[in-house]
């Protein structure tokens, strides 16, 4: 197999071309023929005219690739070698949502052929591909697992926004069902990812290492994110308690903060339905997405008190301060710094609290999509500012907000406005403003 991809005479498709899947065929294009599967229409389109819809990779990156971009299920029964990389979401009851998986399995397995190889790198629960892929492979194929094809799974380690830790630079978990199908897919890896691979002693353990990646550093932000809570009531900065604490050679510094995206904020989720299954409450995972979840909502509740303590808002007749009569500006949407994805972005819990006292907020964002998050917050985001607030909240500190400078704020606030930080960003640079951060 490894030989006959190296030599072009078989092929290798990516099924899934986002944020994890696009690099991943890309790169196999330099030493391979690749075909590159997707169900959007609007994305195959700018793919074939060299842009990627993440914004991640520049169009030198589809540069001398041997690479199609398809929907074409005749063009997916060309190859032998499949990576299967689409999303692993949760649904709105934080329950692992294995439909687009499942889908992409099913694509797969009217293709598949004897002697084929299907690869996962969706983040899944340990067990899952076994579990939920392998008899759906068999069912729909009419083949034997292992006798007829072979599964492995390689978790993903990409990082939108990241170029230090890229998939070249930084070390892939391969495993496969046996001996023969972990040395080919090792090999096959080891074409693109010059940092090597690990060889995991079996698929769950593959699957379990990835979710546990990601929990690990929930539960610590989680734990910063509650000592921050207790901070702030005793009148102390975190970030300064923090930099203290670093001064010791086995502190780790982890930060408080909103905990969106793809990974953290979703992978533990898919450990606590495994643990269900095996009738287990993890206590410490669900402890710390519940304080991670609850975040947003903190943030803006502390925005409004300050707002209503520091004489900011416009005053009723009764001369206590309204947050009805008050604006926020709001700066950043996406779940993180200098990316545009917006998936599961804890910005949103912020401004729905807001809302919820009849708050006046404006979101501005040079990275995201204004209708994407329309379409997926119902937030309809401005252009610019207008006129003054009497809050900002830095959410996301962008490249593009980071060298604003005190004076700049002010422009944008009332006499005596509110800077809330939830990052500590600016927490050197705002002397003269009403200031809080995490």
């Given at each position: 197999?490894?030989?006959?991809?190296?030599?072009?005479?078989?092929?290798?498709?990516?099924?899934?071309l986002?944020?994890v899947?696009?690099?991943?065929?890309?790169?196999?294009?330099?030493?391979?023929?690749?075909?590159?599967?997707?169900?959007?229409?609007?994305?195959?389109?700018?793919?074939?005219?060299?842009?990627?819809?993440?914004?991640?990779?520049?169009?030198?990156?589809?540069?001398?690739?041997n690479?199609i971009?398809?929907?074409?299920?005749?063009?997916?029964?060309?190859?032998?070698?499949?990576?299967?990389?689409?999303?692993?979401?949760?649904?709105?009851?934080?329950?692992?949502?294995?439909?687009?998986?499942?889908?992409?399995?099913?694509?797969?397995?009217?293709?598949?052929?004897?002697?084929?190889?299907?690869?996962y790198?969706?983040?899944?629960?340990?067990?899952?591909?076994e579990?939920?892929c392998?008899?759906?492979?068999?069912?729909?194929?009419?083949?034997k697992?292992?006798?007829?094809?072979?599964?492995?799974?390689?978790?993903?380690?990409?990082?939108?926004?990241?170029?230090?830790?890229?998939?070249?630079?930084?070390?892939?978990?391969?495993?496969?069902?046996?001996?023969e199908?972990?040395?080919?897919?090792?090999?096959?890896?080891?074409?693109?990812?010059?940092a090597?691979?690990?060889?995991?002693?079996?698929?769950?353990?593959?699957?379990?290492?990835?979710?546990?990646?990601?929990?690990?550093?929930?539960?610590?932000?989680?734990?910063?994110?509650?000592?921050?809570?207790?901070?702030?009531?005793?009148?102390?900065?975190?970030?300064?308690?923090?930099?203290?604490?670093?001064?010791?050679?086995?502190?780790?510094?982890?930060?408080?903060?909103?905990?969106?995206?793809?990974?953290?904020?979703?992978?533990?989720y898919?450990?606590?339905?495994?643990?269900?299954?095996?009738k287990?409450?993890?206590?410490?995972?669900?402890?710390?997405?519940?304080?991670?979840?609850?975040?947003?909502?903190?943030?803006?509740?502390?925005?409004?008190?300050?707002?209503?303590?520091?004489?900011?808002s416009?005053?009723?007749?009764?001369g206590i301060?309204?947050?009805?009569?008050?604006?926020?500006?709001?700066?950043?949407?996406?779940?993180?710094?200098?990316?545009?994805?917006?998936?599961?972005?804890?910005?949103?819990?912020?401004?729905?609290?807001?809302?919820?006292?009849?708050?006046?907020?404006?979101?501005?964002?040079?990275?995201?999509?204004p209708?994407?998050?329309?379409?997926?917050?119902?937030?309809?985001?401005?252009?610019?500012?207008?006129?003054?607030?009497?809050?900002?909240?830095?959410?996301?500190?962008?490249?593009?907000?980071?060298?604003?400078?005190?004076?700049?704020?002010?422009?944008?606030?009332?006499?005596?406005?509110?800077?809330?930080?939830?990052?500590?960003?600016?927490?050197n640079i705002?002397?003269?403003l009403?200031?809080?951060?995490?």
């Amino acid at each position: 197999m490894y030989n006959q991809l190296i030599s072009n005479k078989l092929k290798l498709a990516v099924v899934g071309l986002g944020y994890v899947g696009l690099p991943l065929a890309l790169e196999f294009a330099k030493k391979m023929s690749v075909i590159g599967f997707d169900i959007n229409e609007r994305n195959l389109k700018m793919l074939r005219n060299s842009q990627d819809p993440s914004e991640e990779l520049g169009p030198e990156t589809f540069e001398n690739r041997n690479i199609i971009f398809t929907s074409d299920p005749e063009e997916l029964k060309k190859a032998s070698f499949y990576i299967v990389a689409v999303p692993t979401p949760i649904d709105k009851y934080n329950t692992p949502d294995l439909k687009p998986l499942l889908s992409a399995t099913l694509s797969v397995a009217k293709v598949l052929k004897k002697g084929d190889y299907v690869i996962y790198e969706s983040t899944v629960y340990p067990g899952c591909t076994e579990e939920e892929c392998v008899p759906l492979l068999e069912s729909v194929s009419g083949l034997k697992f292992i006798e007829d094809f072979k599964v492995g799974y390689s978790p993903e380690r990409i990082n939108p926004g990241d170029a230090e830790h890229s998939l070249q630079k930084t070390i892939k978990i391969v495993s496969g069902c046996d001996d023969e199908s972990l040395d080919i897919i090792a090999k096959v890896y080891e074409t693109v990812v010059e940092a090597g691979v690990h060889r995991a002693p079996g698929m769950k353990v593959a699957e379990a290492a990835k979710i546990i990646e990601n929990t690990q550093r929930d539960v610590n932000i989680a734990l910063m994110n509650e000592l921050s809570i207790l901070f702030n009531r005793m009148g102390i900065n975190t970030y300064d308690v923090i930099n203290a604490a670093a001064t010791k050679w086995n502190f780790v510094a982890y930060t408080p903060g909103l905990v969106g995206g793809h990974c953290i904020g979703v992978d533990p989720y898919y450990m606590v339905h495994k643990a269900s299954e095996l009738k287990y409450h993890p206590q410490m995972i669900a402890s710390g997405r519940f304080v991670n979840d609850s975040m947003g909502g903190y943030i803006a509740k502390q925005t409004v008190k300050r707002m209503l303590a520091g004489n900011q808002s416009t005053t009723n007749q009764t001369g206590i301060q309204s947050p009805s009569k008050s604006r926020v500006l709001i700066m950043g949407v996406t779940y993180k710094e200098n990316v545009s994805d917006i998936r599961n972005s804890k910005v949103a819990d912020i401004v729905y609290e807001l809302l919820s006292y009849r708050t006046e907020v404006d979101v501005i964002d040079p990275k995201a999509d204004p209708a994407y998050v329309d379409h997926e917050y119902g937030i309809k985001m401005v252009d610019k500012p207008t006129g003054k607030y009497n809050a900002i909240i830095m959410a996301v500190p962008h490249k593009e907000f980071r060298s604003m400078t005190q004076d700049d704020f002010k422009a944008l606030l009332v006499p005596h406005g509110l800077v809330v930080d939830i990052r500590g960003v600016f927490r050197n640079i705002i002397k003269d403003l009403d200031y809080w951060s995490l």
